[in-house]
């Protein structure tokens, strides 16, 4: 490997202060507790007191300050040896069969992976907040490529980076200007409906389109796909309570003074609010890279990752305004009052199947977000797979998982 960063990587794991800064400050308390850590009160997690009772009595703070160090260490040599990998994306982006503003469809069916190029068409729906090739990241790690060799069609609506015929779009501008145009002509092509397959917030967009439009929709899939932000569990939760304690204006501001000083809201702000729902998860996943052989397939997945998440995207002011205060503050989805594609969605009005993928370990959609969605759809089966928001999508488990009984859901053979 070369010494300095690699020429092509992105960014850094943004706000990189408030990482570095997170791990300092928990693990100085850890320190500062050490010596309480024997006493028969002190709140030890359930799952780490046999190895607290193995600590004994006599806990050396200095043993502790040794490993915070040894720890802050492997974090910064990981993010090292993430700057300086010499990974890159090398996949081929397939056909676009069609484009409007900075929005395009890409066809997997036209690729070396696919078996069947008429096969039953199904229309992905990723975030807006990040890049769509999630869902196309790295050889064998690729949901669409993957759906293409099992003989059904995947088309991609890349929704690209926002422009300036895009700068004023809200979430109902995106769906009716993009997701409706980039249905259509898929219906038109096929001469059939449609299965629409959304991943995060796309999965909700794909939902209220199934939820507005019924009769152009065969079949629903949503991976991670957040519904219902009442709950106020963990962080994020507890941060969405105390906006709605203090009032919406002054979230509503912040984003108003971000869109005036940028003209978008810029990546780095959606970077810390994920920083926000699990602050020791850099420090922790940057010393497990430490730890792997760099050459390995381990680590170029890691890279891999890192570098979709450092490629983030801006967001015109009114879909984050839709998106943080009308979901994430207000809950006008769960509550009734999310109006998209000219109406109130109600979810009740899905006519097709759906299928509903809940991560147990997903931090950004958790359960208690995720699953009322699919407790409102007529037809909707929910599947609960042990993995994280990512790792539905990218993980070593989500083939099995996921993708296989996604793959029976889109195909023929399930009706």
């Not at 959304?198 to 389109?209: D, K, R, S």
């Not at 780095?268 to 430490?290: D, G, H, I, R, T």
């Not at 609960?384 to 996604?406: C, E, I, K, N, Q």
């Amino acid at each position: 490997m070369s010494t300095g960063p690699a020429a092509h990587r992105i960014g850094q794991p943004s706000p990189l202060p408030f990482h570095l800064g997170t791990a300092a400050l928990a693990y100085s308390q850890a320190l500062m507790a050490a010596p309480l850590s024997d006493h028969e009160r002190f709140p030890w997690h359930p799952h780490l007191a046999g190895s607290a009772a193995a600590l004994g009595p006599d806990l050396d703070q200095t043993e502790v300050a040794r490993e915070i160090a040894a720890r802050l260490s492997a974090t910064v040599a990981g993010l090292e040896i993430w700057q300086r990998h010499p990974y890159r994306r090398t996949l081929r982006e397939p056909p676009v069969i069609w484009s409007e503003g900075s929005a395009r469809l890409l066809d997997f069916g036209a690729t070396p992976e696919a078996t069947d190029p008429l096969g039953p068409p199904v229309l992905a729906v990723p975030s807006l907040i990040n890049r769509s090739y999630i869902l196309d990241l790295a050889p064998g790690r690729s949901v669409l490529r993957w759906l293409a060799a099992q003989g059904i069609r995947p088309l991609l609506l890349d929704w690209g980076e926002p422009g300036a015929e895009e700068a004023g779009f809200g979430l109902d501008d995106y769906g009716r200007r993009r997701l409706l145009p980039a249905l259509r002509q898929v219906l038109e092509e096929g001469g059939r409906p449609v299965a629409l397959m959304g991943y995060c917030m796309g999965g909700t967009l794909a939902a209220g389109a199934a939820a507005r439009v019924p009769e152009g929709v065969a079949r629903l899939v949503t991976i991670g796909a957040p519904w219902d932000f009442a709950s106020t569990r963990g962080i994020a939760g507890s941060f969405r309570a105390l906006i709605r304690s203090e009032g919406t204006e002054r979230a509503e501001r912040l984003l108003e003074g971000l869109g005036a000083a940028f003209g978008m809201v810029p990546v780095a702000f959606f970077q810390s609010l994920f920083a926000l729902v699990n602050p020791m998860q850099a420090a922790l996943k940057f010393q497990k890279l430490a730890r792997m052989d760099p050459d390995g397939a381990a680590a170029m997945l890691f890279v891999a990752l890192e570098d979709w998440l450092a490629d983030g995207v801006p967001m015109p002011l009114p879909a984050a305004r839709d998106l943080l205060i009308g979901w994430q503050i207000r809950n006008d989805t769960a509550t009734g009052r999310w109006r998209f594609l000219g109406g109130e969605v109600d979810l009740r009005r899905v006519a097709a199947p759906a299928l509903i993928f809940s991560g147990r370990g997903d931090t950004i959609a958790p359960p208690e977000i995720a699953e009322p969605l699919g407790r409102l759809i007529p037809e909707a089966r929910i599947l609960r797979p042990r993995t994280g928001h990512v790792g539905m999508v990218v993980g070593s488990a989500a083939r099995a998982t996921v993708l296989r009984p996604l793959a029976e859901f889109l195909s023929r053979r399930s009706g």
